[in-house]
């Protein structure tokens, strides 16, 4: 199994900026991609950003370009999403998650975080 464990969440004000950080533990060897997504209260859990096992291929939601960048280190397991310019409709929770194949971009993910609270300030 892998255990996914997210930080850096908090308040901000609009326009400022915050890096989320996942660790992964147990059986990282069965990490490929990864990704971030988020959940609003009453909405849908979408997807912000992804990158693959190489790094060499990144994803963002339309919403988030140009704003967020995610990156990874393989050899520490982590995956981070910078955050600049936040906006308030940028609140949500977010979570970590990470494939186990070898595939991309992933259909669904299969190991996840418990997720960390991000509220922007109007």
């Known amino acids: 199994q892998v255990q996914l464990v997210e930080s850096g969440g908090g308040l901000v004000q609009a326009g400022g900026s915050l890096r989320l950080s996942c660790a992964a533990s147990g059986r990282t060897r069965n990490t490929y991609a990864m990704g971030w997504f988020r959940q609003a209260p009453g909405k849908e859990r979408d997807v912000v950003a992804a990158i693959s096992w190489s790094g060499g291929s990144t994803y963002y939601a339309d919403s988030v370009k140009g704003r967020f960048a995610i990156s990874r280190d393989s050899e520490k397991n982590t995956v981070d999403l910078q955050m600049n310019s936040l906006k308030p409709e940028d609140t949500a929770v977010y979570y970590c998650?990470?494939?186990?194949?070898?595939?991309?971009?992933?259909?669904?993910?299969?190991?996840w975080g418990q997720g960390t609270q991000v509220t922007v300030s109007s």
């Open positions: 998650a990470a494939d186990s194949r070898i595939r991309w971009p992933p259909p669904l993910y299969d190991y």
